[in-house]
């Protein structure tokens, strides 16, 4: 089946740094993909939607400044979290959607430690 | 935004049949329902989707019912390896985008 990768599986950084997580469609193109965060024991919160060629579109919450997104490809988009801060320790997760179909996959997720 | 609303936890024997219901009163006619399920500390894994009919693949079948207000996910033959949290999920359309808005889940067991 169609695969979405994540890229680290885990990181950790020093508290004021920024990190960037890739996430990748692998044998499919990606017109939109969405980065969701989930900490411990709760479930999946979207982030934003991000549109290959255009800005992204944040929930609500969720600054654009701090989490910045870029979705350059049709089968790359990628997440850098900005100053990192120990709260925004969590597990980010991507998906993306078949441009030719309506199955919507996930990515392994990457989890992020700020220390 | 269609909500969705499942049991917090269910359980089932290995080898029968697991019925996981959803509630999605709120759901516009465009709009399809997606399940899927999340291992602990993975990425959610698709299942399955639909819209109207009932739809059934290698790992599950949908059923939905005709007012489409709710649907029941059906793992035939549950087997440990199943236990997970299961998410039912409306793929909401905003203009011309859409999004996946993620529930509380059902946290499923199968027992030996």
Request: aromatic fraction near 10%; proline fraction near 4%; charge should be neutral.
């Given at each position: ?62 600054e654009k400044d701090k989490f910045l997104i870029n979705h350059a490809s049709l089968t790359l988009s990628t997440l ?36 | ?78 087997t440990l390896r199943d236990t997970a949290v299961y998410y039912c999920i409306v793929r909401v359309h905003l203009d ?15 027992r030996p």
């Amino acid at each position: 089946g169609a695969v979405v990768s994540q890229h680290p599986s885990w990181v950790i950084c020093k508290s004021g740094t920024s990190v960037k997580i890739e996430c990748r469609s692998l044998d499919f193109q990606a017109t939109t993909m969405f980065w969701y965060r989930q900490f411990p024991k709760q479930s999946l919160m979207l982030m934003a939607t991000s549109n290959e060629g255009s800005k992204a579109t944040y929930e609500q919450g969720v600054e654009k400044d701090k989490f910045l997104i870029n979705h350059a490809s049709l089968t790359l988009s990628t997440l850098t979290v900005t100053s990192a801060h120990p709260e925004d320790s969590s597990f980010y997760i991507c998906s993306a959607k078949d441009n030719f179909g309506n199955t919507i996959y996930f990515g392994e997720g990457s989890w992020l430690t700020v220390v | 935004d269609a909500k969705t609303t499942q049991p917090t936890s269910m359980d089932c024997a290995e080898g029968r049949a697991a019925n996981l219901p959803c509630n999605h009163s709120t759901i516009s006619g465009n709009e399809y329902v997606y399940w899927y399920r999340q291992i602990h500390s993975q990425g959610p894994q698709y299942i399955i989707h639909g819209l109207k009919n009932n739809e059934t693949n290698e790992m599950a079948s949908l059923i939905i019912t005709e007012d489409r207000k709710s649907s029941t996910l059906i793992l035939p033959h549950a087997t440990l390896r199943d236990t997970a949290v299961y998410y039912c999920i409306v793929r909401v359309h905003l203009d011309s985008s859409y999004k996946l808005i993620f529930g509380s889940g059902t946290r499923l067991l199968v027992r030996p």
